[in-house]
């Protein structure tokens, strides 16, 4: 249903002040870009035309639910009725307005509410989480927002745009991957179908270069690609990769700031071959595909079974494109759509490579340089995300099977937000996930935690107590700037602390073990300053440890108590002295005693070492 409000009338909870017969309704929107909807009404005998005047408000269905247009040019001939429409939340460009405004070290979500928090009307929300600050004066909010200036809220924390009535959603990505895909390639030439294939930066074999010019070296310094057959040729490119280093030319904080180093060539070449896989995940061994298709022209076609599922597509979807002959997919996003409100269905798809309209894409895939701690100190957590994409896919198949089937898996769900319970989780043979959010788009939920017969997995967890021996694989960082990754802490039966790691290092008041495997019978332990060197049943122990000004060895007794042990030796700033009874080279002890001379002269002698004697000129 179509109605219409007008301008003084904003009820719309409620039925408007006429419902509305068009001959035409069309929405059109562009991924972060212009959208714009367009009516075309008969002079009707009931006078429903009369109601379409400047500023009124029709509310209409779009791919995103009921949403609201402002009329902001109306025309009228004599069969009938046009007008240009906006969303309503665009009314911000002249309601809205941001004198002096500065969300200073926030996350998205926390800009927005600032931003926002002018006009009662409008209201933001965002998962991007990391943390920037922008300066808005004399902005609207509109500008503020998705402007060209490099303080918008597009260049500074990013994102992706849906207008939903009066709310604006800024997600780090719309849309989802809900499995459609199209064949293209036929070479076909059908009225309602356009295909564009771009090769011209498709990359099937990698030259890579790390920072200062390093490469792999030998006959072969390039990575394949494992479609490089696919192609009649091959497609040399040459990446540099100024995220991957030689420790001589690495920088004092590289390392923390998630630089890789190498300290040898092999390191290197490891670090540079796992990039080029990367970027092979990542698609840069496939053409960029454009599709446009209007399904209505394509409706009775022979093309109409290959992209039929695009009926189903919402903005910033995912679609799978599989070349006909090259036997490739490739990935593209509905970057455009047009919809049809009186039908109330998809009429045209344009599929492609999102790029932020006012926003020019600073990260070439040809200097590619992949920072593992973002400028507020958060992780990327690239290896987390992986597993945690894999599980979603494995879960998405069942999800579906859970609205289908009631043995196999079951959905439970609560659809009104209004509710205490709102939410979802769905239970099965293969698992669980559970969300607490819709999908930007209103056609999924947002699932963030997941268990399978692996393990459990989460987007962010938070937990009491862990059992460690469930901890598997992965990398564990602790540390960072100020311990911005956090510490480990290992505490005694008491509960204090004993061993502490932290961005400093390992600090330890306990005491660490090492002991050989195998035949030998070694042990090793360090406590309280102190080292300790025995066999395993720890018996003759022999200490290094200080006492006083001297480093001391000594031989027998404890950690605690060195009663009846031997002092072999002890070490001073500016003296060695040797304390122990026996002293020798070759597995020999040094003598002890006087050598005389026929003259009368000797030379006093203990353990080895010249002690003193007497000559003609005296004693020494």
């Known amino acids: 249903m179509i109605q219409v409000y007008s301008p003084n009338n904003t009820a719309y909870e409620h039925n408007g002040d006429m419902t509305l017969m068009p001959e035409e309704a069309t929405i059109h929107v562009v991924l972060n870009g212009e959208w714009t909807a ?6 009707d005998p009931e006078g429903r035309w009369k109601y379409i005047e400047d500023n009124a408000v029709i509310k209409m269905p779009s791919f995103n639910g009921e949403q609201l247009f402002r009329v902001k040019n109306k025309g009228k001939k004599d069969s009938g009725v046009s007008a240009d429409l906006t969303p309503v939340f665009l009314d911000a460009k002249g309601d809205c307005f941001l004198l002096d405004v500065r969300p200073t070290d926030k996350n998205g979500q926390e800009a927005l509410d600032v931003m926002t928090a002018s006009n009662a009307r409008y209201s933001a929300r965002s998962d991007i989480i990391i943390r920037a600050t922008a300066y808005y004066q004399t902005k609207n909010l509109i500008e503020a927002i998705n402007g060209n200036d490099e303080n918008s809220f597009i260049n500074r924390w990013g994102g992706e745009i849906i207008y939903d009535n009066y709310t604006i959603t800024v997600n780090k990505r719309v849309g989802g991957d809900y499995g459609v895909q199209v064949l293209y390639g036929k070479n076909i030439v059908q009225d309602g179908f356009s295909e564009t294939v771009d090769m ?3 990359v099937t074999r990698i030259i890579p270069k790390a920072y200062n010019g390093y490469m792999i070296e030998g006959d072969v310094p390039w990575v394949d690609s494992p479609l490089i057959k696919k192609y009649p040729t091959v497609h040399y490119g040459v990446i540099s990769f100024a995220d991957v280093k030689m420790r001589e030319d690495a920088g004092e904080d590289d390392e923390e700031n998630g630089i890789i180093i190498c300290d040898t060539q092999e390191q290197l070449a490891a670090a540079l071959r796992k990039k080029c896989e990367e970027q092979f995940e990542e698609g840069v061994d496939k053409p960029k595909i454009t599709i446009e298709a209007d399904m209505e022209l394509l409706q009775n076609t022979e093309l109409y079974e ?6 189903t597509v919402s903005l910033g979807d995912t679609v799978h494109c599989n070349h006909l002959r090259l036997d490739i997919v490739s990935d593209a996003r509905v970057i ?11 009429i045209s798809v344009t599929l492609g490579e999102f790029q932020y309209n006012f926003l020019d894409n600073v990260s070439s895939v040809m200097s590619r340089v992949d920072q593992a701690i973002r400028a507020d100190g958060t992780l990327i957590g690239q290896q987390i995300q992986g597993i945690i994409n894999g599980v979603k896919t494995q879960l998405k198949a069942q999800s579906t099977i859970a609205k289908k089937q009631n043995v196999r898996a079951v959905l439970f769900e609560d659809l009104n937000q209004e509710s205490e319970t709102f939410g979802a989780m769905c239970l099965g043979t293969l698992g669980f996930e559970i969300a607490s959010e819709r999908t930007a ?3 999924d939920w947002k699932w963030t935690t997941f268990g399978t017969g692996q393990g459990f997995y989460a987007d962010f967890i938070v937990a009491g107590t862990m059992l460690a021996d469930r901890i598997k694989g992965g990398t564990l960082e602790l540390g960072g700037k100020d311990n911005g990754n956090g510490v480990a802490k290992v505490l005694d039966a008491k509960g204090n602390e004993i061993v502490r790691l932290e961005k400093n290092g390992v600090y330890a008041t306990g005491s660490y073990v ?4 195998g035949g030998l019978n070694r042990r090793t332990e360090m406590k309280a300053g102190s080292l300790m060197f025995s066999k395993k049943d720890q018996k003759n122990p022999i200490f290094i440890e200080r006492s006083g000004d001297a480093l001391v060895i000594r031989a027998g007794g404890t950690f605690d108590d060195a009663t009846g042990s031997t002092v072999l030796m002890r070490m001073f700033k500016n003296a060695i002295y040797i304390d122990a009874d026996t002293v020798g080279t070759g597995g020999l002890p040094g003598k002890t005693g006087k050598a005389e001379f026929s003259d009368g002269t000797y030379l006093e002698f203990s353990h080895g070492f010249l002690m003193g004697g007497s000559t003609k000129e005296g004693s020494f």
Do not use: M
């Open 38 to 43: 367009t009516l075309e009404h008969p002079i």
């Open 200 to 202: 011209n930066d498709v």
């Open 306 to 311: 290959d992209v039929k599922d695009l009926e």
């Open 336 to 346: 455009e759509l047009t919809w049809d409100a009186v039908r109330n269905k998809l």
């Open 441 to 443: 788009d209103g056609r």
């Open 514 to 517: 090492c002991e050989s495997l």
